[in-house]
């Protein structure tokens, strides 16, 4: 989530054990980075989809079937 903060305009995609996919959104979040690297993030989206689920990373949009 770190490194979406520290460039929001890019996607953060994981892959979890039990999930298809989650996606970190850091477009229109508040990020703030202390002198001391510490990151705060105010505002990021996050989705966690299922199997069968899909995302359009170019509209950044969850797509619903």
């Known amino acids: ?4 903060a520290e460039n ?5 995609v994981g892959i979890d ?7 970190y959104d850091a477009t229109r979040a508040n ?3 202390t ?10 989206t996050t ?3 299922l199997p069968g689920q899909s995302y359009d990373l170019k509209s950044k949009e969850v797509l619903v079937r």
């Not at 929001?8 to 953060?12: E, I, K, Y």
């Not at 002198?35 to 990021?44: H, L």
């Open 35 to 44: 002198p001391s690297k510490a990151v705060g993030i105010v505002g990021m």
């Open 17 to 23: 054990e039990t999930t298809a996919i989650i996606v």
């Open 31 to 33: 990020v703030t980075i």
């Open 47 to 49: 989705h966690v989809l």
């Open 1 to 4: 989530m770190s490194l979406v």
């Open 8 to 12: 929001p305009s890019l996607l953060g």
